[in-house]
């Protein structure tokens, strides 16, 4: 198990960047695969990204282009940089974590964040 917890949410135009850091406690860092997942308001929680063990990354359709997400094991952290900004990707974002395998779904995931807000102007 890993305690997780994220940064560098805040207030953006559209069209600008702004780049998620989520922090994870635990020597089991590097076997996890970590995920970010976002909820805007009244809507269901939704995938975003996720990064396996062996730094493959994969995208939500509406991100792809525009966000990239990374790791650094030797800082127990990964990065969702998000770039071009738009108004539909404010949200509450979380970043979650799992030993096994992957998944675009949040069922695949065991450990949390409290999430970071993230909210872009037009």
């Known amino acids: 198990q890993v305690q997780l917890g994220e940064s560098g949410g805040g207030f953006v135009q559209a069209g600008g960047s702004l780049r998620l850091s989520c922090a994870a406690s635990?020597?089991?860092?590097?076997?996890?695969?970590m995920g970010w997942f976002r909820q805007a308001p009244g809507k269901e929680r939704e995938f975003v990204a996720t990064?396996?063990?062996?730094?493959?990354?994969y995208y939500a359709d509406s991100v792809k282009g525009r966000f990239t997400i990374s790791r650094d094991n030797a800082k127990n952290t990964v990065y969702l940089q998000m770039n071009s900004l738009k108004p539909e990707d404010t949200a509450v974002y979380y970043c979650?974590?799992?030993?096994?395998?992957?998944?675009?779904?949040?069922?695949?995931?065991?450990?949390w964040g409290q999430g970071t807000q993230v909210t872009v102007s037009s």
């Open positions: 635990g020597r089991t860092f590097s076997s996890y695969t």
């Open positions: 979650a974590g799992t030993p096994y395998g992957w998944g675009r779904s949040e069922i695949h995931y065991f450990d």
């Open positions: 990064i396996t063990w062996s730094d493959r990354a």
